[in-house]
C-alpha cells in the first residue's frame, strides 16, 4: 500500500526539475560551494525521509532538524536551509499523511511545522496545525521568529474556534508555552499581545517576576488607553494586581485612582504597613483632588492618622507653594501694571485707558488675583492699613461698580488661596459691609480660599451655609457659588440636604437656580448620584419657554453632566429621560450629557458622534454645537494621538463651520492645549483674535490665556500686548485681553490649569469640572462673562495646582537635591533601559516643570517614594549608597 504513494511521492519531486532544467542549472551556477552542498544534502535527506526503514527515517530528520537549527539568518532574509527545502514542502506534506502514528511521524511534523513558517498560504495556519500533531518539545528552540508566527496564528484560530464554540484546551496549553517564551525572552508586550487575543489576561499574573513586571504594567496602562471598553479596565485591573503582587503600592495607587475604585485604594493603604510610604499616597491622593477618609484599618494610630489627614486635606499646601516661591524669589507683590507692560507699546494705548473706568478697574481686580493667587500679599486689596493710603484695601474694593464689588472681593480668597486660617481673618471685614455685593464676594472668598483644602471644622460650611436662603439674589449666588467651590468632589450630603430645594423651588431667580444646579454638580462631580440628577432634571422641567433663551439657562444640563463626568455609560437612564425635555434644550442637553460622560477617555466613537452634530449647517438660534465642539475637545484631551487628530478636526470646523461653532472652536483647542501652548494652536488663535466676529475674536483671547495659563510665555504675553493696543477702544475685547494676561501669569509662572497629572496618566475631575463651567459659561461671553456674571472666571480656581516638583525628607522637611528635568520620552514596549527623558537640565529641587516634563533624580543618595516625579515626592536615605571617596 505505502509503495505506490511513496513512489508517487518521489515521482512528484522528481517532475519539477524536468520543465525547470535550465533555469535550476543558472540558479545552481549563482550558489556559493558550501550552498550548494548543504542543498544537495538536503536534497538528500528528503529523499531519505520516505525512505521505508524508520533507522534511516530517523537521521535524515535529525540531521534535518541540526541544518534548521544552526542555521543563522541576517535579518532580512530566509535562513537557507528553509529556502532550500521550500520545493519539498508539498511532498514531505504528502508523505506525512502516509506515515503510520509514530515518534517519527510527530519529528516529521514539527519540522513540517517551522516549514510552514515561510511555505504555508496565507491564513492556511498549517504551522499550528503542525505544531498540535508535532512532539510536545521546547517552543523556544525553533527561533524567535517561529514563535511570533504561531501566536499569530493562535490568535486567528481562536476567533475561528469562539465562534464555532469548538474546544481550545489544546491552544490554552500552547498559549502557556509561547507566553512563558516572550516573559524570558524581554518580549513582554508579546506575551500580552497573545493573551489579550485569546482573552485570557490572569495568566500573565503567574509569568511576571521582578525583572519584568515593571516593563509589562507599563505596557498594560499604555495599551488600555487604546483598547475598547471594558476591555481596557480589565488590562488596568490585572496592572494592579501585578503592582500589589510585587509591593509597587504607588503605582498600584495610582491605577486605583484612574478607575476610580475607592475600594483599590482602601486595598492599597491595608496592603502596606510602611508609614512614610503612606505618606506618599497621601500626597498623590491630595494631588488628585479627591475626597477620602482614612480609618483604623488603614492606619491603626490615630495620631499618626490625624497625620496622614492632613495631608489628603491639603492643609499643607499652601506651605509648600510658598517655600517653592520663596526658593525661586518671585515674593514680591505684582500690580496689574507690572502685567500689562504698556511702557512697551506706543503712545495711543495708553490714551484710551481712562475710558470705562469701572470695567478696566474690574479687569486689574482678575489680573490682580490671578497674578497673586496664593501668595498671601498683593497691591491693591491687602495693603497694609497703618501704609500712607489709609486702608486702601477698601479703597480699592469701591473703585468697582456694584456687581464688580462680588468680584473684587472675592479676588482676596484668590491671593489668599489654599492659607484658610489667615484667609478667613482677613474677609471677615467685609462680612461687616451694608452692600450686598460686597456680602456676596466674601461669601465667594471664603469659598475661593477652602477650594481643595479640607478642613475638618468645616468653616465654608458653617459661614456658608447661612447666608444661602436670604433674600437678595447675588448674597445667595456668592454663598452656593462658594459651597461648590470648596466642597467639589466631596459628596457632602449636608450640603445637598440644603441646596437641593433651591432647585425646585418656584421663586428662586432663574440665576440662583442656575449656580445651584451647578455648584450640586460639582460637589457631586462623576458620583451618578440619583437625589441631585433627579432634582436637577425636575428643575429643567419647570422652566418655561421664556427662560429657556435666558444664557445662564445652559448651566443646568452642564450641572446634570458634571455628575457623570467620566463615567461612560452610566449616563444613559439620564440621557434617555432628557429627550423628554422642551426642543429648545433637548439637544443642547444630549451634547452636554454625552460630551461630560465620556470626556477624558479618549473614545473615538464619540468623537465621530459630536463631529457628526458639528457638520449639520442650522437654522439661527440652534445653541446645541457650541457644548458639542467642546465636547470634541473633552474627549479627545485622553490621549496624545487623539488631541494632534481632534486640533486638525477642529481647524477644518473653522473653514466650514456655521457662526456658533466657530465662537466655541477657539475655546475648544484652549481646553485642549490647556497650560500648554503648542506652537500651531498659538498661530490659529493669534489668526482668530483679529477675527471680524467680535465673540469668535474674544473666544481667542480668552483661549490664548488658558493655553499659556502659568506659563510666562513671552510669545503669548507679547501677542496679547499687541492686542491690548489694537482694542484699546473696545471696551469689551480688551478685557477679555486683561483676563487673558492675567492668566498667562497666573501665580506669577507657579500655576498651572491643566486637569491632567502623573505623566499625564490620571485627570483630577474637579479640575476637569472648574474647567468646562467656565468654558460653558464663555460660549455666551457678552451675557455671561461680560455682563453681571463675570465671577465665574473664579471657577479656574478649581484647576490651579502648583507645577513644582518638591523633594521632602522622611519628617516632610524640603530637601534639596538635584533633579534632571527634561522632555518626557515614551519608553513603552522598547528593549534595555532606554532614557525616560531627553535634552535635559540638572537643577536642584524645588523645580518648576512645564507640560510635557519629566523629571528624574540626578544622585543615588536617596530613593523616591513615587514612581513619578511630580508634586510633593518623600526622598528616603538609599542604605545602599557610598560616597566616592
Not at 64 to 84: A, D, H, W, Y
Not at 116 to 144: C, F, P, Q, V
Request: glycine share 8%.
Amino acid at each position: 500500500m505505502s509503495d505506490p504513494k511513496s513512489g508517487a511521492g518521489t515521482s512528484q519531486t522528481k517532475a519539477p526539475p524536468k520543465d525547470h532544467k535550465k533555469k535550476d542549472e543558472k540558479k545552481d551556477e549563482d550558489l556559493s560551494e558550501e550552498d550548494l552542498a548543504l542543498k544537495q544534502q538536503l536534497e538528500l535527506y528528503v529523499e531519505r525521509v520516505q525512505d521505508p526503514d524508520p533507522g534511516l527515517q530517523k537521521v535524515a530528520l535529525e540531521s534535518m532538524r541540526q541544518e534548521i537549527r544552526t542555521s543563522t539568518s541576517s535579518m532580512t532574509s530566509v535562513p537557507k536551509p528553509l529556502k532550500f527545502l521550500r520545493p519539498h514542502y508539498g511532498t514531505l506534506k504528502a508523505f506525512y499523511e502516509t506515515m503510520p502514528e509514530s515518534d517519527l511521524k510527530k519529528y516529521l511534523a514539527d519540522i513540517l511545522s517551522v516549514l510552514a513558517l515561510t511555505m504555508s498560504a496565507e491564513g492556511e495556519r498549517e504551522s499550528l496545525k503542525y505544531r498540535l500533531l508535532g512532539s510536545e518539545g521546547d517552543i523556544g528552540l525553533w527561533g524567535h521568529e517561529y514563535v511570533r508566527n504561531l501566536a499569530g496564528e493562535i490568535a486567528q484560530e481562536y476567533m475561528k474556534r469562539q465562534s464555532e464554540e469548538a474546544p481550545i484546551e489544546d491552544l490554552m496549553e500552547l498559549v502557556q508555552q509561547i507566553v512563558a517564551f516572550h516573559m524570558k525572552h524581554n518580549a513582554e508586550p508579546e506575551a500580552v499581545d497573545l493573551l489579550m487575543e485569546v482573552e485570557d489576561l490572569d495568566l500573565l499574573v503567574e509569568h511576571v517576576d521582578s525583572t519584568n513586571f515593571r516593563r509589562t504594567c507599563l505596557y498594560l496602562t499604555s495599551a488600555a488607553r487604546y483598547l475598547p471598553g471594558p476591555d481596557d479596565m480589565l488590562v488596568l485591573d490585572i496592572a494592579y494586581t501585578i503592582y500589589l503582587k510585587f509591593e509597587e503600592y504607588a503605582n498600584a495607587l495610582q491605577i486605583a485612582l484612574f478607575l476610580d475604585n475607592l475600594q483599590h485604594v482602601r486595598q492599597v493603604f491595608e496592603s502596606c504597613d510602611d508609614l512614610l510610604r503612606k505618606k506618599q499616597f497621601c500626597y498623590i491622593l491630595a494631588r488628585h483632588g479627591i475626597a477620602f477618609e482614612l480609618d483604623d484599618e488603614m492606619c491603626a494610630e490615630d495620631s499618626d492618622r490625624e497625620f496622614l489627614q492632613d495631608i489628603i486635606n491639603n492643609a499643607k499646601l499652601s506651605e509648600g507653594y510658598l517655600t517653592l516661591a520663596r526658593d525661586i524669589e518671585v515674593m514680591e507683590p505684582k500690580s496689574p501694571e507690572d502685567i500689562y507692560k504698556a511702557h512697551l507699546l506706543d503712545g495711543r494705548a495708553s490714551a484710551g485707558a481712562s475710558v470705562d473706568s469701572a470695567r478696566q478697574n474690574l479687569a486689574a481686580t482678575f489680573v490682580n488675583a490671578f497674578v497673586n493667587a496664593g501668595f498671601g500679599q498683593d497691591k491693591l486689596m491687602t495693603v497694609p492699613p497703618d501704609s500712607s493710603s489709609g486702608g486702601s484695601s477698601g479703597n480699592w474694593l469701591f473703585k468697582n461698580k456694584e456687581h464688580g464689588k462680588t468680584s473684587a472681593a472675592a479676588s482676596l480668597g484668590m491671593i489668599l488661596l489654599w492659607d484658610v486660617d489667615s484667609g478667613l481673618a482677613q474677609i471677615d471685614k467685609y462680612f461687616h459691609s451694608n452692600d450686598n455685593h460686597v456680602i456676596a464676594g466674601a461669601l465667594l472668598g471664603v469659598g475661593i480660599v477652602n477650594c481643595s483644602v479640607n478642613n475638618d471644622c468645616d468653616p465654608a460650611l458653617a459661614l456658608l451655609s447661612e447666608y444661602i436662603g436670604k433674600e437678595d439674589s447675588s448674597i445667595r449666588i456668592g454663598a452656593i457659588m462658594g459651597l461648590g467651590i470648596a466642597y467639589a468632589g466631596a459628596q457632602n450630603e449636608q450640603i445637598r440636604s440644603s441646596l437641593t430645594p433651591i432647585l425646585n423651588d418656584a421663586k428662586a431667580p432663574l440665576d440662583v437656580i442656575a449656580f445651584t444646579a451647578i455648584s450640586l454638580g460639582l460637589i457631586y462631580v462623576g458620583s451618578c448620584n440619583e437625589e441631585v440628577a433627579q432634582a436637577i432634571i425636575i428643575a429643567l422641567m419647570d422652566r418655561s419657554d421664556s427662560e429657556f433663551g435666558e444664557p445662564l439657562t445652559r448651566l443646568l444640563p452642564l450641572g446634570l453632566g458634571l455628575l457623570y463626568l467620566g463615567k461612560q455609560e452610566s449616563v444613559e437612564a439620564t440621557a434617555e429621560v432628557s429627550k423628554t425635555f422642551n426642543e429648545k434644550i433637548r439637544k443642547y442637553c444630549d451634547m452636554t450629557l454625552l460630551s461630560c460622560a465620556y470626556a477624558g477617555t479618549g473614545n473615538v466613537l464619540k468623537v465621530q458622534n459630536l463631529l457628526g452634530h458639528c457638520a449639520q449647517h442650522l437654522e439661527k438660534g440652534e445653541t446645541h454645537q457650541g457644548p458639542a465642539v467642546l465636547g470634541i475637545a473633552m474627549v479627545a484631551m485622553g490621549e496624545e494621538l487623539g488631541l494632534e487628530m481632534s486640533i486638525r478636526s477642529l481647524e477644518h470646523l473653522l473653514q466650514y463651520g456655521e457662526q456658533n461653532i466657530r465662537r466655541a472652536v477657539p475655546l475648544a483647542l484652549g481646553l485642549l492645549c490647556i497650560s500648554n501652548p503648542k506652537v500651531n494652536v498659538m498661530d490659529t488663535l493669534s489668526r482668530l483674535s483679529h477675527d471680524t466676529d467680535s465673540e469668535v475674536a474674544m473666544a481667542a483671547v480668552i483661549s490664548l490665556g488658558l493655553i499659556g495659563s502659568g506659563t510666562n510665555n513671552a510669545r503669548i504675553a507679547g501677542m496679547l500686548r499687541n492686542l491690548s493696543s489694537y482694542y484699546y477702544k473696545d471696551a469689551s475685547l480688551l478685557f477679555c485681553v486683561r483676563i487673558a494676561q492675567g492668566l498667562v501669569h497666573l501665580g506669577k509662572g507657579l500655576l498651572t490649569l491643566n486637569p491632567y497629572h502623573s505623566d499625564r496618566f490620571l485627570l483630577s475631575p474637579t479640575a476637569l469640572a472648574g474647567l468646562v463651567t467656565m468654558l460653558h459659561a464663555c460660549l455666551d461671553m457678552k451675557a455671561i462673562i461680560l455682563g453681571k456674571y463675570h465671577y465665574v472666571l473664579y471657577f479656574l480656581v478649581l484647576a490651579m495646582q502648583p507645577r513644582m516638583l518638591m523633594t521632602v525628607d522622611e519628617n516632610l522637611k524640603p530637601l534639596s537635591v538635584p533633579v534632571r528635568v527634561g522632555q518626557a520620552v515614551d519608553v513603552v514596549g522598547q528593549a534595555g533601559r532606554p532614557k525616560t527623558i531627553t535634552g535635559f537640565q540638572t537643577h536642584s529641587t524645588p523645580v518648576l516643570l512645564a507640560a510635557g516634563d519629566r523629571a528624574e533624580l540626578a544622585t543615588e543618595k536617596y530613593i523616591p517614594l513615587s514612581p513619578i516625579l511630580e508634586g510633593h515626592v518623600i526622598l528616603k536615605e538609599n542604605p545602599d549608597y557610598r560616597e566616592d571617596s
